[in-house]
């Protein structure tokens, strides 16, 4: 389709049972019919940001293989959670890495955000953080409706983990569609 729009999603969660990972596997659903979502390669295995690493063997295979999807991608979605009032120590050691490369890979790229947590914020003052290290990589940020699901063991069924708070569907539909708009305006030049 020309006017498709590849969002890569990049969940911040690793753990299988992932309330977050829940929220992704319900975005087809409610995004308008010209985003196609595609799932980051997985941040899981890298090594702990090093210079020493960098400078004697260069970008590890899950880094450059984690920038080269950001490059390819029309627009960014992350769904993350928040640890300690930030973000997951392994996502942001995933965008420390791909910060270093020379065309750093979220310099003007469209990026948004959804979290989900057990808390009653959503992951709220996490989604803060992140939006100071994406100003300071020269991304286009994404600015409202924010998604902040909180206390997500009450919205998503408990066996299958499928999303089922309807307010939580309606206010994610609303976001993909206003993203959408904002990546074709970016892409646009308006
Ligand atoms: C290391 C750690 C720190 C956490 N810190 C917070 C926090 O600051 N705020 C919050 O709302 N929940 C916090 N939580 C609880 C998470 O909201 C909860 O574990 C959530 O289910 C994680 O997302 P996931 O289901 O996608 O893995 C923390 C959990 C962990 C493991």
């Not at 409610?30 to 940001?49: D, G």
């Not at 120590?89 to 057990?118: H, T, Y």
């Amino acid at each position: 389709m020309a006017d498709q729009l590849n969002v890569l999603v990049i969940c911040g969660s690793l753990r299988k049972g992932s309330y977050n990972a829940a929220l992704t596997r319900a975005l087809p659903d409610l995004a308008p019919p010209e985003i196609r979502f595609v799932a980051a390669p997985s941040f899981a295995a890298l090594a702990l940001y090093n210079a020493d690493i960098q400078e004697s063997s260069g970008f590890p295979k899950p880094a450059e293989d984690l920038a080269a999807a950001i490059r390819a991608a029309d627009g960014v979605l992350f769904v993350t959670p928040e640890y300690n009032w930030s973000m997951p120590g392994g996502l942001k050691n995933a965008i420390d890495w791909v910060s270093r490369m020379k065309d750093q890979p979220f310099k003007e790229k469209p990026v948004a955000i959804q979290s989900c947590s057990q808390g009653p914020l959503g992951g709220a003052r996490m989604q803060y953080h992140w939006r100071m290290s994406m100003t300071f990589l020269g991304a286009f940020i994404f600015g409202t409706p924010e998604i902040f699901v909180g206390n997500a063991a009450a919205k998503f069924d408990k066996a299958t983990l499928e999303l089922t708070d309807r307010p939580t569907k309606d206010i994610v539909k609303t976001q993909l569609a206003a993203f959408a708009k904002f990546i074709k305006r970016l892409k646009a030049g308006a």
